[in-house]
């Protein structure tokens, strides 16, 4: 699947994360910042040789925890086609903490090719309460939508994830385990490891124990990302590619061109048979 959708075998994926939208309670009214800052962050990734781009409606914050406002999705749509106009690469779409449906819809109507899941089977705990797996919501909205060629990559982690009533504890729970019955039971194409103190032969090890692709969502500065992109079968990489906030003084800094040069020559560098 990432072959198919990156036309790379370990594709590096850049996120581009949107300032408050409408319908949002921080939305400033003010939808021209929000598209100008987007196509800065396209472009800076584009130009600094990125395989792929996530869409997020990052600063939506505090998030719902159900479904996004109309209005907010009908903006997302409308700057993605923007984007698009500023390069060809692959994009992707996460909308809110878990709000697949919405993802898919947006991805279908802009001709994205996938949409991160929050939460595709089981539960867990986030700071916007328990939130709980959408696979089978998605499979119904996904026929209804009678949408084909859009890859669903899930989020998968061992430290948020609740133990079921009178079953397996946490502590009895694997990433192996949680990773098959995302794509055995919920039908992702891809898993995405979030867990920050994840160490690259845990990685490698949920690589090997599945036939779906492995993203890790990296929280690393670059000098360190190098052992995980060996292990992982592609990375998402966010803050480790922003301009620093101590020195522009900005609380939601912009994607970095230099970083993302940087990023990409750390994989010149490394032996073809690590990178794919």
């Known amino acids: 699947m ?19 939208l409408p319908g949002s309670i921080s939305w400033k009214g003010r939808i021209d910042k929000v598209i100008a800052r987007a196509e800065q962050e396209a472009t800076a990734l584009a130009t600094g040789g990125i395989n792929g781009i996530l869409v997020e409606n990052t600063f939506d914050t505090p998030y719902v925890s159900d479904r996004m406002d109309p209005a907010g999705a009908i903006a997302m749509g409308l700057i993605i086609r923007r984007i698009m106009h500023f390069t060809h690469l692959p994009i992707g779409v996460s909308v809110l903490k878990n709000d697949p449906e919405t993802a ?16 595709l089977t089981g539960a867990a705990l986030s700071e916007s309460g328990i939130l709980q797996g959408k696979f089978r919501d998605l499979a119904a909205y996904k026929q209804k939508l009678q949408v084909e060629g859009i890859a669903i990559y899930a989020d998968v982690s061992l430290e948020k994830t609740l133990p079921l009533i009178g079953g397996a504890s946490t502590e009895a729970l694997s990433l192996k385990a949680l990773a098959k019955q995302a794509i055995d039971v919920g039908g992702a194409d891809g898993i995405i490891l979030t867990d920050v103190n994840l160490t690259p032969a845990e990685i490698q090890s949920v690589c090997e124990a599945i036939d779906a692709p492995v993203f890790y969502d990296c929280p ?3 000098p360190q990302v190098k052992p995980y992109l060996s292990a992982a079968d592609g990375m998402i990489l966010s803050e480790s590619l922003k301009k620093s906030s101590v020195i522009s003084q900005d609380l939601t800094p912009t994607v970095d061109l230099t970083k993302v040069e940087e990023l990409m020559a750390l994989t010149e560098m490394m032996p073809a048979s690590l990178t794919g």
Not at 104 to 116: C, D, Q, S, Y
Request: glycine share 8%; proline share 11%; no cysteine.
């Open 104 to 119: 898919l819809a947006i991805a279908m109507n802009v001709g994205a090719r996938f949409i991160r899941v929050g939460l």
């Open 220 to 222: 690393h500065p670059l």
């Open 2 to 20: 990432n072959s198919e959708v990156f036309q790379k075998p370990k594709p590096l994926i850049g996120v581009l994360q949107l300032l408050p």
